[in-house]
T-cell receptor
């Protein structure tokens, strides 16, 4: 079974702190994604990566950056956390298009910025 | 902006009844997927239907796709309390600069099945 793990289930940080959210997948998937989920807004794509060291902006990249130094690991970085970044963060991975389109999700990290 | 919009936003039914939720989208698609999310957890893929398919079954799930109306429906038959979850549709959109695809999720339908 594909497994996507995220470094923390719950995280509390202070405004202005630099925050790292880590995601690891064990299926050698090329594609990895970071979403945030907010009530009434569904899932919104922050960044995605289709290869090591490759990254593309999603729909709401402002205030975030990402890093993919190894194929299995995709990190989301909040350079200076703000209260409006309080949210549920979901990581996902998928094989390359043309093979399958199913995304595999991690359990999520609920981040609170105070 | 969200590509998929689910309807209704919330649905409450009795165990054993059927649950139907709908998804509408705006642009042409190659495929449409449905996911389930249990409270506070990640999403789990349920079923994928391609644009040249009209109906697909998986266990108690039945998905239909009407590309002329740009809509899909998910039917869960003989619902169980364990089906209580949020259900999302997702469509792919080409990402022009990378040549790959990104996935657009709707806002979801919250289903509650009462025992």
């Amino acid at each position: 079974d594909v497994k996507v793990t995220q470094s923390s289930r719950y995280l509390v940080k202070r405004t202005g702190e630099k925050v790292f959210l880590e995601c690891v997948q064990d299926m050698d998937h090329e594609n990895m994604f970071w979403y945030r989920q907010d009530p009434g807004l569904g899932l919104r794509l922050i960044y995605f990566s289709y290869d090591v060291k490759m990254k593309e902006k999603g729909d709401i990249p402002e205030g975030y950056s990402v890093s993919r130094e190894k194929k299995e690991r995709f990190s989301l970085i909040l350079e200076s956390a703000s209260t409006n970044q309080t949210s549920m963060y979901l990581c996902a991975s998928s094989p390359p298009e043309g093979v399958a389109y199913e995304q595999y999700f991690g359990p999520g990290t609920r981040l609170t910025v105070t | 902006s969200q590509q998929g919009e689910e309807d209704p936003q919330a649905l409450s039914i009795q165990e054993g009844e059927n649950a139907t939720m709908n998804c509408s989208y705006k642009t042409s698609i190659n495929n449409l997927q449905w996911y389930r999310q249990n409270s506070g957890r990640g999403l789990v893929h349920l079923i994928l239907i391609r644009s040249n398919e009209r109906e697909k079954h998986s266990g108690r799930l039945r998905v239909t796709l009407d590309t002329s109306k740009k809509s899909s429906s998910l039917l869960i038959t003989a619902s169980r309390a364990a089906d209580t979850a949020s259900y999302f549709c997702a469509t792919e959109r080409p990402h022009l600069t990378s040549g790959t695809y990104k996935y657009i999720f709707g806002t979801g339908t919250r289903l509650k099945v009462l025992a």
